[in-house]
């Protein structure tokens, strides 16, 4: 290139001025050199194959796992199924709970915390119960859990749904909750040898989490009848 633009020079073709804008105007500009420069092996696509292009996927599509078994995460989450579950029970039970009637007849049944309970009934309610016409189940109210009669008919579609709230239904062929003479005294005295402090802790309410625990268990069932007042 040197060498024809002083050719041209000496020939008097073109003037100086001419020869140094012709040579500015054919030099490559730095942006070309970079289109004309190859690409390295691994910088870029091969000509003409395809525009690989990654898509991620949003956080909220991806699916949660569960909580481990045994977590705080899992424990939240069954006390969280417990309250809907009393919430359940409480609705049906009040919608159905049949009012007691005061009088001289001591009925005897257990907690599912296994303390000895009784109602103070009348001839005709402790009557229903020994003969399968009424039944003695949980009410989860949302401070403690309070006991109800309720007809036969609910109790046996509770022990199937909620087998640890019913507390005592003489239903023919599985009877819950029966107890005989001897074990009630033997219950009563053993609760009344017992200090403030334990009979205190053995009363205290169950969390959400503890009757979550108690659900998977198989209900206590085919005891002998209930006795009379021991005492």
Known sequence: MQNLRDKLLKAGLVTPDQ???????????????????PERAGSGPAPGGP?????????????KLPPLPGSKASQRLEAKRQVER??????QVLAAQVAVEPGERTFYFVTRKNRLRRLELSEA?????????????????????EHALVPAELGVALVAEFPKAVRFLNAPGSPVGFLSDDEVKARAASEAAETPEERAAADAPQSAEQRAEEAAEAPAQGETPTGPDPG
């Open 51 to 63: 525009l690989l292009v990654a898509r991620l996927q949003p956080i909220s599509a991806i699916p």
């Open 125 to 145: 309610q402790a009557e229903a119960l020994e003969q399968g016409r009424l039944a003695v189940v949980e009410r989860p109210d949302p401070a403690q859990i």
């Open 19 to 37: 020869a140094e804008k012709a040579e500015k105007t054919s030099a490559p500009s730095p942006r070309a050199e970079r289109r004309d420069r």
């Open 86 to 91: 009393d919430r359940q029970l409480r609705d």
